[in-house]
């Protein structure tokens, strides 16, 4: 009597294994963050800090007159872990808005 389930048919039954396709399709999402709803307090030294804690950056602007930041991360996927640890993250006593943006 041979068992049920065991050793016979495919392995991953429900979920597709990722393909480097697709792999390489999130590659492709954008790497670049806007950071909105800064406190008038917050510094330069305090966003770095934040932004690389995740990942690598490139390219760091502060707009302080739009209390606003933009900074380009070397990956598309530090830029969505970042959006996803920190959108409505507080610094400062104000609620910051980050979003992915092309650029």
Same mark, same amino acid.
């Given at each position: 009597?041979?068992?049920? +389930? !065991?050793? !016979? +048919?495919?392995?991953?039954?429900?979920?597709?294994?990722?393909? !480097? $396709?697709? $792999?390489?399709?999130?590659?492709?999402?954008?790497?670049?963050?806007?950071?909105?709803?800064?406190?008038?307090?917050?510094?330069?030294?305090?966003?770095?800090?934040?932004?690389?804690?995740? +990942?690598?950056?490139? =390219?760091?602007? =502060?707009?302080? $007159? &739009? !209390?606003?930041?933009?900074?380009?991360?070397?990956?598309? $996927?530090?830029?969505?872990?970042?959006?996803?640890?920190? &959108?409505? &993250? =507080?610094?400062?006593?104000?609620?910051?808005?980050?979003?992915?943006?092309?650029?």
């Amino acid at each position: 009597v041979s068992g049920r +389930g !065991r050793g !016979r +048919g495919q392995i991953s039954v429900g979920r597709p294994l990722p393909t !480097r $396709q697709s $792999q390489k399709a999130a590659e492709k999402g954008p790497s670049t963050v806007s950071i909105e709803g800064l406190s008038s307090s917050t510094t330069e030294l305090q966003l770095k800090n934040l932004l690389k804690s995740i +990942g690598p950056i490139e =390219m760091f602007k =502060m707009i302080p $007159q &739009h !209390r606003k930041a933009i900074a380009k991360f070397s990956s598309p $996927q530090h830029a969505a872990s970042f959006q996803t640890s920190f &959108h409505r &993250h =507080m610094i400062d006593l104000s609620h910051i808005d980050v979003s992915l943006i092309d650029g």
